[in-house]
């Protein structure tokens, strides 16, 4: 019913010829280019794509696999091709993920004093140290109610925003990691908080006033204040390789690392 009202079909109703070949275009790869890495023929892509030939569930994994198509798509692509689907979506709390989530656990509480949490594919925060409950000091609390956002935390008028020095920077920075990862994943939810925050006002000056100067770093850092001090932190985030499971894939470890001695100081006196 929400797809007839929005003037779009299911993806199962398209069938996998056009979805893989939306695929295709969005990487700029030609029929003949991926018929070489799939060990096929650009005739049989096109047969493919255009509903002429029914690919096998082989040749659907195949060919995902070269357009580096994300695992949740995979099984978008198998049920539109007619097959079931082959990776599992497991609750972060099931018994069978009990060993990552204590890995993971156990990695950012390792990260301490510098801030470090874990988010889903639409930036949802799942665990967080104490270096992140201390970012999070003063903002809003229906904010901070479950479920929390890690975007919406930073980029909103009540949350990290008014505090982030470089905001303007830190906030395109942000967008565009965002529009990367709507292109790559097809995902609505994410193209829908990614409409929410951008629609966010900004202010034309720093929090204290002063115009934003150009940041000497040596990557883009997030230049925070907290309780009177300049706090700078590099953001790195990792992913799972080769994931087998739909919530594994779309997990994400992000830790901000200090970014000058300073930082470094600050925090390890503030959690002693």
Do not use: K
């Not at 709507?182 to 720093?206: C, G, K, N, W």
């Not at 204040?225 to 992913?239: K, N, Y």
């Amino acid at each position: 019913m929400t797809a007839l009202m929005s003037g779009t079909a299911p993806a199962t109703d398209r069938g996998v010829g056009p979805l893989l070949r939306a695929w295709r275009e969005r990487r700029r790869v030609s029929q003949l280019e991926l018929a070489l890495r799939a060990d096929s023929s650009a005739r049989h892509i096109s047969f493919v794509e255009t509903g002429r030939s029914r690919p096998s569930e082989e040749m659907v994994l195949r060919l995902a696999e070269h357009l580096d198509v994300p695992v949740r798509e995979r099984n978008a692509l198998l049920l539109a091709a007619g097959y079931a689907p082959r990776y599992p979506e497991t609750p972060l709390d099931d018994p069978a993920l009990g060993a990552l989530r204590e890995g993971m656990e156990r990695l950012i509480r390792g990260h301490e004093p510098y801030p470090a949490l874990v988010v889903d594919g639409t930036y949802r925060v799942l665990a967080a140290n104490r270096g992140i409950t201390m970012l999070l000091e003063g903002v809003a609390e229906h904010l901070l109610a479950p479920p929390l956002n890690a975007i919406r935390l930073t980029l909103h008028p009540q949350g990290l925003a008014p505090r982030i020095r470089n905001l303007r920077e830190w906030r395109g920075h942000l967008l565009e990691q965002m529009g990367r990862q709507i292109a790559l994943h097809r995902s609505q939810p994410l193209r829908e908080l990614y409409d929410e925050v951008a629609a966010y006002p900004v202010p034309e000056t720093a929090p204290d006033g002063e115009p934003e100067e150009p940041v000497p770093y040596f990557a883009l850092p997030m230049q925070i204040e907290h309780r009177g001090h300049v706090l700078s932190f590099i953001s790195s985030i990792s992913t799972f390789n080769t994931p087998m499971d739909v919530t594994v894939a779309e997990l994400a470890i992000e830790t901000l690392l200090p970014a000058d001695p300073a930082t470094v100081e600050y925090l390890h006196t503030l959690m002693s």
